[in-house]
C-alpha cells in the first residue's frame, strides 16, 4: 500500500476515535467553543486530505459534514438529530475507510442519503438564521434542564428586568464593517487553529511499534551486558573502570527507563470509543446515561492497553444495558432519571485499578442464586454469603438477564471478560448494593514486558513460570505427608485436606528423563479458578525477566506463553498457567469455586503485598524463614564433601570454596547423607547457610510482630498461621567473610535497618518500598524534603537515607543539605534517586554528601548501593 | 522468470546436496553456540537459540527435507532469515560461496522430484558437476504447525 494512503489511514482513524468522543461531549455542552472549534478542526483536516488523494465519496462526505458543523459554529441550536446524522456520516467515514485499506480504493456506491440530510439540516439552519436576524441569538437547550439550572429565556428575562448603567446603543456599522468583522474572526480563529496544530506537531512524532519493540530488545541486551561487567568489576578489589562504569550504569537504566516510558499509553486510549457506545446505547434502550471519566491520563503498556480493551468495552455495555435502569423505574425508585457510568483509573503499588461503577439496580442475588443452582454450580441449600453468590457472574455461561438484548446477553458474559484478565495475571472484583449499583474493580499489572518469574527445571530442561500465578512450593517426601500419590493413574498430592491435581512437566512436554518423584517440587499454581500443582525436578530462584512473545511457528503450543533471555545469555521457555491447566482437562465442583471465591477475596482485602518465603527447620521445631529474593540458590549437597579447615567447614561450590554457617546451635553440619543449604552469592562471593531441612515456599505478608535480641535473628512473625522466626540474612555474611559488609559488631543491636524513603511520586513509593522491605529494611515513607526533616525531627534516626533528587519545595540537594547540618543525622548516610543524572549533578551531589547516585528504575543497583553501604549505629554515637 | 538477469545464490551444503538460497534472503550465517529445545514443537523446529539478543527460531533443514539426523556435534551452522518480522535460522551442514546464476541457467523442478522436496524447491541449477537446488525460502517456512501431535 501507498505510504502516504497509509499513513492517512492511520491518522484519520485516529482523528475519527476523537471526532467520536468530542461530539458526544458537544451535543452535552453545545456551547462549548473549544470542544467544536476541535472537532470541526478535525473533520476540515479529514477532508483536506481527502481531496488531496483524490478520494470523492469520502471528501464529499467529509464537506456536507463540516457545512453542517461550521452551523453550528455559527450559533445554529444543536440538537440531538443533528449529533446522530454527524455521527452516522462518521460511521459511514470509518466503512469508507475500512474497505481503503482492504482494496486500496473507495467501495462502490454513494451517499447521497447522508449528504442530502446533512444539507437539509444546514440549509434549515440558514434559514432559521435569516429569521432571527436582529434579534437575540435563539438558544435551545436540546435537554431537560438540571436540578438548579434556569432556562436561558430566564435568564434574559432577569438581564432585562434588572436596572443596569445606561448604555449607548452601539454605533451603526455599515455593510462594509460588518464584513470586516466578519473576516477577522474567521482569520482570528484560523489563526488560532493552525498555531494550536503547529503546536501539537512540533511534539510528537510517529513511530512504528516495531522500531519501538527492537529498541527494548536492545536495551535488555544492554542491561544484560552492563549487568555482566558490573560482575566482573565487583570482583576486582580496585578498578579504575569503576566510576565510569558507576556512569555508564545509570545511563543504562535511565534508557531503560526511557524506553520503557515510550511503550506507555494513557488509558484514556482505551475508553476513546466508550462515550460514543453509550450514547448510542442509551438512544437504543431509551435510557438516559452519563458517562464519566476520571484518571484517563493513567498510563501503562499498550500490550495491556490492548488486552483490557475488549473487555472493558463489554463491561460498561453490560452496566448501561442491565445495570443502569429505565427512566421511570429509576424515578419510581427515587433517583435521578439520568443513570450516571463512572470509570476510573489510578496507580497502585505496580497494578493499576481501574473500577466501572454504575448507580443503577445491581445484581440481584437471588436470581443468581436460582441460576447457579439450576446449572448445578451450588445445591441450594449451600451457605454462601452475597458477595460469594455475586462472583458467579464469572462463571462460564452464565447471563441471567432476563430479556436477551442486542446489545448484550449473547452468550459471551463475564467469564470471558475474567479469563482475558486472569491472562495477563490480573484480578477481578466487584461490589454491589441492590438498588444502589455495582462496581467493578479490576486490577492489572502496569507492564507485561518484565515480570517475575520462578525458574524450575524438568528433564534438565530450564523453564520459567510467571510468579503471579504461583501461589506456593512443596518439596516431595516419599515418606512425609507431602507424598505424590495416585488415583488410577492420576497423581495428585494431599494439601491442607485438600486433593491437588498434579502433572507432571517433563512428562506433559514429553521430554526423556525419568520421573523421579522423591525430592521433586511441586509449584501450586492458581489460573483462573483452579489450582493445580506442577511437578519439576528443581526450583532455582526468582528473576525478573523481559518476555518475549512465540514465534508466530511456535504459538500454537498452548503450554508456552513465551520466552526470554536469562541473565546468563540462554533462551528458556515460559510457561503459561492457563495452558498448564488446560492439560488436566474436567471441571472443577462448586465447592472449589466457593473456596476460590473466599481464596479471592481475602487476597482483595490485603492491602500490604506478599512476599515470598523459604520456611525452613533449624535446630528446633519453630519454623523458620528468610525473604526468598535474598537466597541465590537452595542447594542438597552430599555431606561427605565438606571439608575443615582452621576451624571452619568448607566445600567446593563452583570452582571456589565457600564458608558453610549453621543457622544457630542447634544445627549440627551432618557428616553423611545431603546437606541442604540456602546459598547466597554476593560480588563473588558465596556463603552457605547450614539448615536441617526446607520445608516450603509460600507467599505471605512479611510483618514482624515481636523483634528478638538473638543475633540472627529479627524476630517472629506469622507465616501461614504458625509463629516462625524470621532470618536476619545480613548477620550471617560476616560470619563467612568478615569484610562481607564491613560493618560494624552488631549483635547488640539486631534490628531492622531503619531507611526513610522520600519520593514524591506515590507511584515511586509504592513500587520501591516493597523491594526494599524484601531487603530487609525498615521502611519509612516520605513524600516530600519537608515531611523528611519533620520525620527525622521526630524520629530517633534513621540508619540511611533513600531520596528522590526532583521535588516539588525542598528538593534532595536541600534535604541533604539540611540534614548535615543535624549533629545528630550528620553522619546518615544518603542515597540519591535520580531519573536524568549529569557530571555537574553528580559533582553537586557529591557535594552536599550523597553517598551514590541511583537510576530511580534500577532497583538492583539501589540494592547494591545500600549493600555498599557502611551502616554507623547512629544510636551508638 | 526474466532471461538475461543473473542472480545470486547463497550456497548451503545439506547432507552432502548443494542448495542454492537468493541471497537478498539471506540475512546473516552464524554458529550455533546454545540452542534450548522446545518441547511439542513440530518436529522440524531444532530449538530458540539467543543472536544478539533477538530470539531466532531455528528450523532443521534435514528433518525439513527428510534427511538423516546429523550426527551429533557436527554442523552447526545456520542461516539467518527475516520473516515476517521475525527471525528463522535454517541449520545446516556447511556454508559455501556466493555464486551468480544467469535466470536462464536455472530448470524447472524435474517431475520425478520427491515431493517433499518439490514443495520448497524452485528449480534446479545445472553447475559443473554438480546440481545445485534453489530454495524457496517463503516455502521452507510453511511449516505445518498443525502436526503438532494432539
Given at each position: 500500500?501507498d505510504d502516504?494512503l497509509r499513513?492517512?489511514?492511520t491518522?484519520?482513524s485516529e482523528?475519527?476515535d476523537?471526532?467520536?468522543v468530542e461530539?458526544?461531549?458537544f451535543?452535552?455542552e453545545?456551547?462549548?467553543?473549544?470542544i467544536l472549534?476541535?472537532?470541526?478542526?478535525?473533520?476540515?483536516?479529514?477532508?483536506?486530505?481527502?481531496?488531496?488523494?483524490?478520494?470523492?465519496r469520502?471528501e464529499?462526505?467529509?464537506?456536507?459534514a463540516?457545512?453542517?458543523?461550521?452551523?453550528?459554529r455559527?450559533?445554529?441550536p444543536?440538537?440531538?438529530?443533528?449529533?446522530?446524522?454527524?455521527?452516522a456520516?462518521?460511521?459511514r467515514?470509518k466503512e469508507?475507510?475500512?474497505?481503503l485499506e482492504?482494496?486500496?480504493?473507495?467501495?462502490?456506491?454513494?451517499?447521497?442519503?447522508?449528504?442530502?440530510?446533512?444539507?437539509?439540516?444546514s440549509?434549515?439552519?440558514?434559514?432559521e438564521?435569516?429569521?432571527t436576524?436582529?434579534?437575540?441569538?435563539?438558544?435551545?437547550l436540546?435537554?431537560p434542564?438540571?436540578?438548579g439550572e434556569?432556562?436561558?429565556d430566564?435568564?434574559e428575562?432577569?438581564?432585562r428586568?434588572?436596572p443596569?448603567?445606561e448604555?449607548s446603543?452601539p454605533?451603526p456599522l455599515?455593510?462594509e464593517g460588518?464584513?470586516?468583522?466578519?473576516?477577522?474572526?474567521?482569520a482570528?480563529?484560523r489563526?488560532?487553529e493552525e498555531?494550536r496544530e503547529?503546536?501539537?506537531?512540533?511534539?510528537?512524532l510517529r513511530?512504528?511499534v516495531?522500531?519501538?519493540e527492537?529498541?527494548?530488545t536492545?536495551?535488555s541486551e544492554l542491561v544484560l551486558?552492563r549487568?555482566q561487567?558490573?560482575?566482573?568489576v565487583?570482583?576486582s578489589?580496585?578498578?579504575?573502570?569503576?566510576a565510569?562504569?558507576?556512569r555508564?550504569?545509570?545511563?543504562?537504566a535511565?534508557?531503560?527507563?526511557?524506553v520503557?516510558?515510550?511503550?506507555?499509553?494513557?488509558?484514556?486510549?482505551?475508553?476513546s470509543?466508550?462515550?460514543?457506545?453509550v450514547r448510542?446505547?442509551?438512544n437504543?434502550?431509551?435510557?438516559?446515561?452519563?458517562?464519566?471519566m476520571h484518571?484517563?491520563e493513567?498510563?501503562?503498556?499498550?500490550?495491556?492497553?490492548?488486552?483490557?480493551?475488549d473487555?472493558?468495552t463489554?463491561?460498561?455495555?453490560?452496566?448501561a444495558d442491565?445495570?443502569i435502569?429505565m427512566?421511570?423505574?429509576?424515578r419510581a425508585?427515587g433517583k435521578?432519571?439520568?443513570?450516571?457510568l463512572r470509570?476510573?483509573a489510578?496507580?497502585?503499588?505496580?497494578?493499576?485499578?481501574?473500577?466501572?461503577?454504575d448507580?443503577?439496580r445491581?445484581?440481584?442475588?437471588?436470581?443468581?442464586r436460582?441460576?447457579a443452582?439450576?446449572m448445578?454450580?451450588i445445591?441450594?441449600?449451600d451457605?454462601l454469603t452475597?458477595?460469594?453468590?455475586?462472583?458467579?457472574?464469572?462463571?462460564?455461561?452464565?447471563?441471567?438477564?432476563?430479556?436477551?438484548?442486542?446489545v448484550s446477553?449473547r452468550?459471551v458474559?463475564?467469564d470471558?471478560?475474567?479469563?482475558?484478565i486472569?491472562?495477563i495475571?490480573?484480578?477481578?472484583d466487584l461490589?454491589s448494593?441492590?438498588g444502589?449499583g455495582?462496581t467493578?474493580?479490576?486490577?492489572?499489572?502496569?507492564?507485561l514486558a518484565?515480570v517475575?518469574?520462578?525458574?524450575v527445571e524438568a528433564?534438565?530442561?530450564r523453564?520459567a513460570?510467571p510468579?503471579?500465578?504461583?501461589?506456593?512450593?512443596?518439596?516431595v517426601?516419599?515418606?512425609s505427608e507431602?507424598?505424590?500419590?495416585?488415583?488410577k493413574?492420576?497423581?495428585?498430592?494431599?494439601?491442607r485436606?485438600?486433593?491437588?491435581?498434579?502433572?507432571?512437566?517433563?512428562?506433559?512436554l514429553?521430554?526423556s528423563?525419568?520421573?523421579?518423584?522423591?525430592?521433586?517440587?511441586?509449584?501450586v499454581m492458581?489460573?483462573?479458578?483452579?489450582?493445580?500443582?506442577v511437578?519439576?525436578?528443581?526450583?532455582?530462584?526468582?528473576?525478573e525477566?523481559v518476555v518475549?512473545?512465540?514465534?508466530s511457528?511456535?504459538r500454537?503450543?498452548?503450554t508456552f506463553?513465551?520466552?526470554?533471555?536469562?541473565?546468563?545469555?540462554?533462551?528458556?521457555?515460559i510457561?503459561?498457567?492457563n495452558?498448564?491447566?488446560?492439560?488436566l482437562?474436567?471441571?472443577?465442583?462448586?465447592s472449589?469455586i466457593?473456596?476460590?471465591?473466599?481464596k479471592?477475596k481475602?487476597?482483595?482485602?490485603?492491602?500490604d503485598?506478599?512476599?515470598s518465603?523459604l520456611?525452613?527447620?533449624?535446630?528446633n521445631?519453630?519454623?523458620?524463614?528468610?525473604p526468598?529474593s535474598?537466597?541465590?540458590r537452595?542447594?542438597?549437597?552430599?555431606?561427605?564433601?565438606?571439608q575443615?579447615s582452621?576451624?571452619r567447614s568448607?566445600?567446593q561450590?563452583r570452582?571456589?570454596?565457600m564458608?558453610?554457617?549453621?543457622?544457630?546451635?542447634g544445627?549440627r553440619?551432618?557428616?553423611?547423607?545431603?546437606?541442604?543449604?540456602?546459598?547466597?552469592?554476593?560480588?563473588?562471593?558465596s556463603?552457605?547457610?547450614?539448615?536441617?531441612e526446607?520445608v516450603?515456599?509460600?507467599e505471605?505478608?512479611?510483618?514482624?510482630?515481636?523483634?528478638?535480641a538473638?543475633?540472627?535473628i529479627?524476630?517472629s512473625?506469622?507465616?501461614?498461621?504458625?509463629?516462625?522466626e524470621i532470618?536476619?540474612?545480613?548477620h550471617?555474611?560476616?560470619?563467612a567473610?568478615?569484610?562481607?559488609?564491613q560493618?560494624k559488631e552488631?549483635?547488640?543491636e539486631?534490628?531492622r535497618?531503619?531507611?526513610?524513603?522520600?519520593?514524591?511520586s506515590?507511584?515511586?513509593?509504592n513500587?520501591?518500598?516493597p523491594?526494599?522491605?524484601?531487603a530487609?529494611?525498615?521502611?519509612?515513607t516520605a513524600a516530600?524534603?519537608?515531611e523528611a526533616?519533620a520525620?527525622v525531627?521526630?524520629?530517633?534516626g534513621?540508619?540511611?537515607?533513600?531520596?528522590?533528587i526532583?521535588?516539588?519545595?525542598?528538593?534532595g540537594?536541600?534535604?541533604?543539605?539540611a540534614?548535615?547540618?543535624?549533629?545528630r543525622m550528620?553522619?546518615?548516610?544518603i542515597?540519591?534517586?535520580?531519573?536524568?543524572s549529569?557530571?555537574?549533578?553528580?559533582?553537586?551531589?557529591r557535594?552536599?554528601?550523597f553517598r551514590?547516585?541511583?537510576?530511580?528504575?534500577?532497583?538492583?543497583?539501589?540494592?547494591?548501593?545500600?549493600?555498599?553501604?557502611?551502616?554507623?549505629?547512629?544510636?551508638?554515637? | 522468470m526474466?532471461?538475461n538477469?543473473?542472480?545470486?545464490f547463497?550456497t548451503?551444503?545439506?547432507?552432502?546436496?548443494l542448495?542454492?538460497?537468493?541471497?537478498a534472503?539471506?540475512?546473516?550465517v552464524f554458529?550455533?553456540d546454545?540452542l534450548t529445545?522446545?518441547?511439542l514443537?513440530p518436529?522440524?523446529i531444532?530449538g530458540?537459540?539467543?543472536?544478539?539478543?533477538?530470539?531466532v527460531?531455528?528450523?532443521d533443514?534435514?528433518?525439513?527435507l527428510d534427511?538423516?539426523?546429523?550426527?551429533?556435534?557436527?554442523g552447526?551452522?545456520?542461516?539467518?532469515?527475516?520473516?515476517?518480522?521475525?527471525?528463522?535460522?535454517?541449520?545446516?551442514?556447511?556454508?559455501g560461496?556466493?555464486?551468480?546464476?544467469?535466470?536462464a541457467n536455472?530448470?524447472?523442478?524435474p517431475?520425478?522430484?520427491?515431493?517433499?522436496?518439490?514443495?520448497?524447491?524452485?528449480?534446479v541449477?545445472q553447475l559443473?558437476g554438480?546440481?545445485m537446488v534453489?530454495?524457496?525460502?517463503?516455502?521452507v517456512?510453511?511449516?505445518?504447525?498443525?502436526?503438532l501431535?494432539?
Amino acid at each position: 500500500m501507498d505510504d502516504l494512503l497509509r499513513e492517512f489511514l492511520t491518522e484519520t482513524s485516529e482523528s475519527l476515535d476523537v471526532v467520536d468522543v468530542e461530539l458526544v461531549r458537544f451535543e452535552r455542552e453545545p456551547n462549548n467553543a473549544e470542544i467544536l472549534a476541535n472537532v470541526f478542526r478535525l473533520v476540515h483536516t479529514i477532508k483536506g486530505t481527502c481531496g488531496f488523494l483524490g478520494l470523492p465519496r469520502l471528501e464529499a462526505l467529509a464537506h456536507a459534514a463540516e457545512t453542517l458543523m461550521g452551523r453550528f459554529r455559527d450559533g445554529l441550536p444543536v440538537t440531538s438529530e443533528a449529533v446522530t446524522v454527524v455521527l452516522a456520516s462518521i460511521d459511514r467515514i470509518k466503512e469508507i475507510l475500512a474497505s481503503l485499506e482492504s482494496d486500496e480504493a473507495e467501495p462502490e456506491g454513494g451517499d447521497e442519503d447522508l449528504v442530502k440530510e446533512l444539507e437539509r439540516l444546514s440549509a434549515a439552519a440558514a434559514a432559521e438564521q435569516n429569521q432571527t436576524v436582529g434579534t437575540l441569538v435563539h438558544q435551545v437547550l436540546e435537554r431537560p434542564l438540571r436540578p438548579g439550572e434556569v432556562s436561558l429565556d430566564e435568564l434574559e428575562r432577569a438581564f432585562r428586568e434588572t436596572p443596569g448603567p445606561e448604555m449607548s446603543p452601539p454605533p451603526p456599522l455599515d455593510a462594509e464593517g460588518e464584513r470586516r468583522s466578519e473576516a477577522d474572526r474567521r482569520a482570528a480563529i484560523r489563526r488560532e487553529e493552525e498555531q494550536r496544530e503547529a503546536a501539537a506537531k512540533a511534539q510528537t512524532l510517529r513511530v512504528q511499534v516495531e522500531t519501538l519493540e527492537r529498541l527494548m530488545t536492545m536495551v535488555s541486551e544492554l542491561v544484560l551486558t552492563r549487568n555482566q561487567l558490573l560482575e566482573i568489576v565487583r570482583r576486582s578489589q580496585e578498578s579504575e573502570f569503576k566510576a565510569p562504569l558507576q556512569r555508564l550504569s545509570n545511563v543504562t537504566a535511565e534508557l531503560q527507563e526511557g524506553v520503557i516510558k515510550t511503550r506507555m499509553q494513557p488509558i484514556g486510549n482505551a475508553w476513546s470509543k466508550l462515550p460514543r457506545i453509550v450514547r448510542d446505547l442509551a438512544n437504543e434502550l431509551g435510557k438516559e446515561i452519563e458517562i464519566e471519566m476520571h484518571g484517563a491520563e493513567t498510563e501503562l503498556d499498550r500490550q495491556v492497553l490492548e488486552v483490557i480493551k475488549d473487555p472493558l468495552t463489554h463491561m460498561v455495555r453490560n452496566s448501561a444495558d442491565h445495570g443502569i435502569e429505565m427512566p421511570e423505574e429509576r424515578r419510581a425508585a427515587g433517583k435521578p432519571e439520568k443513570g450516571t457510568l463512572r470509570l476510573s483509573a489510578r496507580h497502585e503499588g505496580g497494578h493499576i485499578i481501574i473500577a466501572i461503577a454504575d448507580d443503577g439496580r445491581g445484581l440481584n442475588t437471588e436470581r443468581i442464586r436460582a441460576k447457579a443452582v439450576r446449572m448445578g454450580l451450588i445445591s441450594a441449600n449451600d451457605k454462601l454469603t452475597d458477595a460469594q453468590i455475586q462472583k458467579f457472574i464469572f462463571a462460564p455461561g452464565f447471563s441471567t438477564a432476563a430479556t436477551v438484548t442486542s446489545v448484550s446477553g449473547r452468550g459471551v458474559g463475564m467469564d470471558v471478560v475474567k479469563t482475558n484478565i486472569d491472562q495477563i495475571g490480573g484480578s477481578v472484583d466487584l461490589k454491589s448494593v441492590l438498588g444502589r449499583g455495582t462496581t467493578f474493580t479490576i486490577k492489572i499489572p502496569l507492564t507485561l514486558a518484565i515480570v517475575p518469574a520462578l525458574i524450575v527445571e524438568a528433564a534438565k530442561e530450564r523453564f520459567a513460570i510467571p510468579q503471579v500465578s504461583v501461589l506456593e512450593l512443596v518439596r516431595v517426601r516419599a515418606n512425609s505427608e507431602h507424598r505424590i500419590e495416585h488415583v488410577k493413574d492420576a497423581p495428585v498430592l494431599r494439601l491442607r485436606n485438600k486433593l491437588l491435581p498434579l502433572v507432571h512437566l517433563g512428562s506433559l512436554l514429553r521430554l526423556s528423563g525419568g520421573e523421579a518423584e522423591d525430592g521433586a517440587f511441586i509449584v501450586v499454581m492458581q489460573t483462573g479458578n483452579r489450582t493445580l500443582g506442577v511437578v519439576v525436578d528443581g526450583v532455582f530462584h526468582t528473576e525478573e525477566i523481559v518476555v518475549k512473545p512465540m514465534a508466530s511457528k511456535l504459538r500454537d503450543i498452548a503450554t508456552f506463553s513465551g520466552n526470554t533471555i536469562l541473565g546468563d545469555g540462554s533462551v528458556i521457555l515460559i510457561l503459561d498457567p492457563n495452558g498448564l491447566a488446560g492439560s488436566l482437562g474436567g471441571r472443577l465442583d462448586s465447592s472449589e469455586i466457593a473456596e476460590q471465591e473466599q481464596k479471592g477475596k481475602a487476597r482483595v482485602e490485603e492491602t500490604d503485598r506478599p512476599i515470598s518465603l523459604l520456611v525452613f527447620r533449624a535446630g528446633n521445631d519453630e519454623p523458620k524463614a528468610v525473604p526468598l529474593s535474598l537466597i541465590t540458590r537452595l542447594e542438597e549437597i552430599d555431606a561427605r564433601d565438606i571439608q575443615q579447615s582452621s576451624g571452619r567447614s568448607l566445600v567446593q561450590y563452583r570452582g571456589t570454596l565457600m564458608p558453610l554457617v549453621p543457622v544457630n546451635d542447634g544445627v549440627r553440619i551432618r557428616t553423611e547423607g545431603m546437606q541442604p543449604l540456602l546459598v547466597f552469592i554476593d560480588g563473588g562471593r558465596s556463603m552457605g547457610i547450614v539448615v536441617d531441612e526446607i520445608v516450603d515456599i509460600v507467599e505471605d505478608r512479611l510483618n514482624i510482630e515481636v523483634g528478638s535480641a538473638t543475633p540472627g535473628i529479627l524476630g517472629s512473625a506469622i507465616v501461614r498461621g504458625q509463629a516462625t522466626e524470621i532470618i536476619d540474612v545480613a548477620h550471617f555474611l560476616p560470619l563467612a567473610h568478615e569484610d562481607w559488609f564491613q560493618r560494624k559488631e552488631m549483635n547488640a543491636e539486631a534490628r531492622r535497618r531503619r531507611l526513610l524513603f522520600v519520593d514524591d511520586s506515590a507511584f515511586f513509593r509504592n513500587m520501591l518500598t516493597p523491594v526494599l522491605k524484601a531487603a530487609g529494611y525498615d521502611v519509612t515513607t516520605a513524600a516530600n524534603g519537608g515531611e523528611a526533616l519533620a520525620l527525622v525531627e521526630k524520629a530517633d534516626g534513621f540508619d540511611v537515607i533513600v531520596s528522590d533528587i526532583e521535588m516539588p519545595d525542598v528538593d534532595g540537594f536541600e534535604l541533604a543539605e539540611a540534614l548535615r547540618k543535624d549533629p545528630r543525622m550528620g553522619q546518615v548516610p544518603i542515597i540519591a534517586l535520580t531519573s536524568h543524572s549529569s557530571p555537574a549533578m553528580l559533582e553537586r551531589g557529591r557535594r552536599v554528601g550523597f553517598r551514590a547516585f541511583v537510576a530511580k528504575f534500577d532497583r538492583q543497583g539501589l540494592i547494591a548501593a545500600l549493600k555498599d553501604t557502611p551502616f554507623e549505629i547512629s544510636k551508638a554515637a | 522468470m526474466q532471461t538475461n538477469s543473473e542472480i545470486e545464490f547463497v550456497t548451503v551444503l545439506i547432507a552432502g546436496q548443494l542448495f542454492g538460497l537468493p541471497i537478498a534472503r539471506v540475512h546473516d550465517v552464524f554458529m550455533i553456540d546454545r540452542l534450548t529445545r522446545v518441547p511439542l514443537a513440530p518436529p522440524e523446529i531444532a530449538g530458540i537459540l539467543n543472536l544478539r539478543g533477538r530470539v531466532v527460531t531455528t528450523i532443521d533443514m534435514r528433518r525439513r527435507l527428510d534427511l538423516p539426523a546429523r550426527e551429533e556435534g557436527r554442523g552447526n551452522m545456520a542461516v539467518g532469515i527475516e520473516h515476517r518480522g521475525e527471525s528463522y535460522g535454517l541449520l545446516i551442514d556447511s556454508v559455501g560461496e556466493v555464486l551468480k546464476i544467469p535466470a536462464a541457467n536455472r530448470d524447472p523442478n524435474p517431475v520425478n522430484l520427491d515431493p517433499r522436496w518439490a514443495r520448497v524447491a524452485d528449480g534446479v541449477v545445472q553447475l559443473d558437476g554438480r546440481l545445485m537446488v534453489v530454495l524457496d525460502v517463503e516455502r521452507v517456512l510453511e511449516l505445518k504447525t498443525l502436526e503438532l501431535a494432539a
